[in-house]
């Protein structure tokens, strides 16, 4: 499958590198095992430049809107640069276009908020960061607005809350497409068992 991970301006870095590791790794996974890897990967941006990230980070695409190949599965990371892109008619029109030949579409963080006001996610569960809840609850043709949950499913949408549930997500999007068995080796080969050394209240 081809998997566009899209990249722009103030995109937030663990919000797509997070779940750029799950996805990679299970292609790693099947060549452990000497089976060919299913998955072709890759970071799209409008004009297929180079962007800075929300840190600092700076990320080189390899394709533009215009030279992307059909997507079966498309992600939208989240960051202060979804503010702007939500108002991108570039980029919502290829949210639109491509979402709609999409076997998943996904998010993480206010990725969401992208995927609501292009369309994909209009009327439907999702969720978001806890600090923009507000902001998906005021975008036109929102539907029920999920809090305290890392993930929500809603057919063949899946959003994710803040930054590190990007990787929850991928995980379990790993595990619905090839079985609990290969998602747990995923989980495993990046050591994945966070420990947080606070607790916080949400």
């Known amino acids: 499958m081809n998997i ?9 870095e663990l919000d797509f590198v997070g779940p750029w ?3 990679t790794s299970s292609n790693q996974v099947f060549a452990w095992q000497k089976q060919p890897a299913p998955d072709s990967i890759f970071l799209v941006s ?12 700076r990320v080189e695409a390899d394709h533009s809107f215009a030279t992307c190949p059909d997507l079966n599965i498309i992600l939208v ?7 702007r892109e939500m ?43 806890w600090g923009a809840i507000h902001e998906l609850e005021a975008i036109d043709g929102v539907g029920e607005v999920v809090r305290d949950q890392r993930y929500v499913r809603d057919g063949n949408l899946v959003t994710s809350a803040g930054v590190s549930a990007g990787i929850d997500m991928a995980l379990w999007l790993t ?11 995923v989980q495993k080969s990046i050591q994945y068992a966070p420990e947080p050394p606070f607790e ?3």
């Open 175 to 185: 595990g619905e497409r090839f079985g609990k068995e290969h998602g747990a080796l």
């Open 200 to 202: 916080v209240a949400w």
């Open 77 to 83: 990371p989240g960051g202060q640069g979804t503010r």
């Open 46 to 57: 409008e004009n297929g430049q180079t962007v800075r990230c929300a840190k600092g980070m």
């Open 87 to 129: 108002k991108n008619p570039a980029m919502l029109d290829f949210v639109r276009r491509q979402s709609a030949r999409c076997e998943w579409v996904t998010s993480v963080c206010t990725g969401s908020l992208v995927l609501t006001a292009a369309g994909p996610a209009q009327g439907k569960r999702a969720t978001t960061h």
């Open 4 to 12: 566009g991970i899209v990249v722009f301006d103030d995109a937030e």
């Open 21 to 23: 590791e799950v996805l």
